[in-house]
């Protein structure tokens, strides 16, 4: 056999773990089926805007991706952090998100960044079934400190309603934070771009040995007698491997294999998780502006529990503030999202078709300088990732190891994984790494790994 280990997707988590393979000497094959890379994350040109996808910022405070990058030999550069946190409130407008927490409320979010720092992160795994505000009412019943976690959650895992926010999920992200930068939620935007941070991290797979093909669509991965033999691509060629790892997300997952391939329960917990219903979901408009159209400064986290018409919850984000040349010179970029309820609204056109119309009018209020924007684009995302309400992380997502099928990995944001979006995939595929590598990379020792 010509590799060792065959790695189907080029999104972060298979570039994490192929890179990973292969600066510990794998053969590696990557194999991706579009003719770009980055995935869900991939950037595209929009207007002369460089519009990164699936990538508006990262949560990684330094020990997922920028760490893979250092350990093969790229900088990844971080952007400034954001200088404010503007909330929207109906009736009174932008303020900041500070002026929740104000008072005795203080010491009541203090209390609760305390007993995080105190719970280790195998106790937060008894939290998978339940929501942020059960764990965070043992410490406090303060609406303003919920108020805060809360509209986070919004931001980082689109989750909608108090019960929805997942304790587990929320609390593992808070705790990486506060404890390695001294903040609820450290991000940033890899300055350069998108587009620049996959192909340098290709580039340096490339030289550590490894074969990329991209538009090289994998229809089926061979799997004989329990065990993985390699893999066939869509115009039937055939290559061979005794390991595959597959980052496909779960809704692209079975697909992939003959039926009664997979261990039946492996199979029904997977189409589970893929229902569109447990999709995290929203809709947005990009918006370029000759002004910045923002809430409160150029570098904010803006955040809304609900908009004067459309009634959802959501965020702004401008990214010529965190990175000038996203945009044309004397233009500004700016994304507004606002998240839905899938169980509800999954499909429905008229509802959303409504929903858009309101949500244009509740910008034009909410950031003026949106009425003088140059142009919008609409947008529906349904492929964010598995929504992370209790009772949808931890346990319930498939391993990394695919048990019943002899070297046969998954990786990527929808398998058991911690964190958020990329910095979650990133998280992934360096567990994977280790997972076929069987043993744990010492560069990476101290973060929690299932
Ligand atoms: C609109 C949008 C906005 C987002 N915003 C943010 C954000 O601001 N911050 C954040 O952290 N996260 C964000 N996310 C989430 C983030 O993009 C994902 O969590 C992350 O990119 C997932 O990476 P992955 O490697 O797990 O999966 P993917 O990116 O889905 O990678 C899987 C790869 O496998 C390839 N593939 C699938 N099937 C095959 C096959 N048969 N043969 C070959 N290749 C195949 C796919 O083409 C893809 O490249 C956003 C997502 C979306 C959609």
Not at 78 to 83: E, G
Not at 386 to 411: A, C, F, Y
Request: glycine fraction near 10%; include cysteine.
């Amino acid at each position: 056999m010509t590799h060792d280990v065959i790695v189907i997707g080029a999104g972060v988590s298979g570039l994490v773990t192929a890179c990973l393979l292969a600066e510990r000497g794998k053969r590696v094959l990557l194999l991706e089926r579009r003719a770009d890379l980055g995935g869900r994350a991939r950037e595209f040109v929009h207007r002369g805007h460089r519009i990164g996808l699936g990538s508006h910022l990262v949560e990684d405070p330094g020990d997922s991706l920028t760490r893979v990058c250092e350990q093969i030999g790229h900088e990844l550069v971080h952007s400034p952090q954001s200088d404010s946190m503007p909330f929207w409130t109906n009736g009174s407008g932008w303020a900041p998100i500070q002026e929740q927490y104000a008072g005795t409320s203080k010491a009541a979010l203090k209390r609760c960044i305390t007993a995080l720092a105190e719970t280790s992160y195998e106790e937060l795994e008894n939290w998978n079934h339940a929501s942020l505000r059960e764990w965070m009412a043992q410490h406090t019943s303060d609406e303003g400190v919920y108020t805060v976690w809360e509209a986070i959650s919004v931001l980082e895992q689109i989750t909608l309603r108090p019960h929805e926010h997942s304790a587990s999920e929320n609390l593992y992200t808070r705790k990486l934070h506060y404890g390695s930068r001294r903040t609820a939620g450290y991000s940033f935007w890899p300055m350069g771009g998108w587009d620049a941070l996959w192909h340098a991290m290709a580039g340096r797979f490339r030289a550590l040995g490894g074969e990329l093909r991209t538009s090289a669509a994998v229809s089926r991965v061979r799997v004989e007698a329990g065990a993985v033999r390699g893999v066939r691509l869509r115009d039937g060629e055939e290559a061979d491997a005794p390991q595959v790892v597959v980052s496909a997300p779960v809704w692209d997952l079975l697909r992939l294999f003959d039926d009664g391939a997979l261990p039946w329960e492996f199979a029904e917990r997977v189409r589970m998780l893929a229902r569109n219903r447990n999709r995290a979901c929203w809709i947005g408009y990009w918006i370029a502006a000759p002004e910045p159209v923002v809430a409160a400064s150029e570098r904010e986290m803006a955040s809304f529990l609900s908009t004067p018409r459309c009634g959802l919850p959501g965020f702004t984000l401008n990214f010529t503030g965190y990175d000038a040349d996203v945009s044309p010179p004397g233009e500004y970029l700016t994304c507004v999202g606002a998240s839905f309820d899938a169980t509800e609204h999954y499909g429905d056109r008229a509802w959303l078709d409504r929903k858009f119309a309101e949500l244009r009018a509740d910008i034009e209020e909410m950031m003026p300088a949106s009425r003088r924007a140059l142009w919008w684009k609409p947008h529906v995302v349904n492929n964010y990732g598995v929504i992370t309400k209790p009772g949808l992380v931890g346990p319930v997502r498939p391993d990394t190891r695919v048990r019943g099928v002899e070297g046969l990995w998954l990786t990527g944001d929808t398998v058991r994984a911690r964190g958020i979006g990329i910095d979650k995939a990133a998280r992934a595929g360096i567990t994977t790494a280790e997972a076929v590598l069987g043993d744990r990379l010492p560069a990476f020792a101290g973060t929690m790994r299932y």
